[in-house]
């Protein structure tokens, strides 16, 4: 019967530790898994925050281009009308041309 209690015990040992390593892992995994999650979180917002800054640089632009537009326009009305002609034709033939 002392043999018996023994390996019973020797056993529970073995199990009490097998589920504390299991425990162990389980925790660096979790560990990792939230360092990843956070890493992850954080370039997603440095992305979102770059490319706002890229948009806002964008519509600057275009706003500048705009505004430089309108001033050449202003300045030179009958080159405006004839470059707008050509370009309205050079579109109408782009958009109206048939695939052969």
Not at 13 to 30: Q, V, W
Request: cysteine-free; hydrophobic content about 40%.
């Amino acid at each position: 019967m002392n043999d018996m209690n023994k390996t019973k015990h020797t056993i529970e040992k073995s199990a009490d530790r097998a589920n504390s390593l299991l425990d162990e892992a389980s925790e660096r995994f979790t560990g990792i898994v939230e360092d990843a999650k956070d890493k992850g979180q954080e370039l997603i917002e440095q992305a979102k925050g770059r490319g706002s800054e890229l948009l806002d640089d964008a519509q600057a632009k275009s706003q500048d281009a705009w505004n430089d537009l309108k001033k050449w326009v202003q300045r030179n009305p009958g080159a405006a009308v004839g470059w707008g002609i050509a370009v309205g034709a050079l579109l109408f033939a782009v958009l109206n041309r048939k695939d052969d």
